[in-house]
């Protein structure tokens, strides 16, 4: 995981007057009010996404809901199989495709849709990983999750959200609070 972290350029994902603050573990903006989540969260949500065996995450297909800046998605696709990661800001969306292709990464797909009905055309997903808060899990994205699948998200608003992680385990669903943490609420429809 750590080696992961280590070798994607977090500065490359910000504004250059940002440069400077890129490798602090603080989350930063990214415009359209959202942000680059804080390196400490990105690794948790991913190792929980991936569970005790980092190694398996070679052979996962995750969906990323809230592609941003595309730090997580870069972070992703040096431990998965194959990322399909969608963004309801097309110049977000834009932005994050240049610097994927920056990094020559070709384990990735991207899609410009509401997050919150997912990417159907390729489900099921190993994994799901969501980079903002809806007040409860959406129905859309336990659909899509692969039997024994691992969603990773932030539930909740205001100072109330938690980050949980939901286990599918045939027909149902096993639900662990990881921790207290603050995302961006979400938000419905094409930005």
């Known amino acids: 995981m750590l080696a992961a972290i280590r070798a994607v350029p977090r500065h490359i994902f910000v504004d250059e007057a940002l440069s400077a603050r890129a490798y602090q573990n603080t989350a930063l903006p990214i415009g359209f009010s959202q942000t680059i989540s804080q390196p400490y969260i990105v690794a948790r949500m991913v190792q929980a996404l991936l569970g005790d065996a980092e190694p398996a995450g070679r052979r996962m297909k995750v969906l990323e809901i809230g592609t941003g800046c595309g730090y997580q998605t870069a972070v992703l696709a040096g431990l998965v199989r194959q990322v399909y990661t969608v963004e309801r800001i097309a110049v977000l969306l834009e932005r994050a495709r240049a610097r994927l292709r920056t990094l020559r990464l070709q384990n990735v797909h991207s899609h410009y849709a509401d ?5 159907l055309s390729y489900a099921p997903y190993d994994g799901i990983i969501v980079a903002f808060a809806p007040r409860s899990v959406p129905q859309a994205l336990l659909k899509q999750l692969a039997p024994e699948g691992r969603l990773v998200i932030p539930v909740g608003s205001g100072g109330e959200q938690r980050l949980l992680l939901v286990q ?6 096993r639900n662990s609070v990881l921790e207290g943490v603050s995302f961006v609420p979400m ?5």
């Open 168 to 173: 599918r385990q045939g027909e149902h669903f």
């Open 115 to 119: 997050g919150a009905q997912g990417w």
């Open 187 to 191: 938000q419905r429809g094409l930005g």
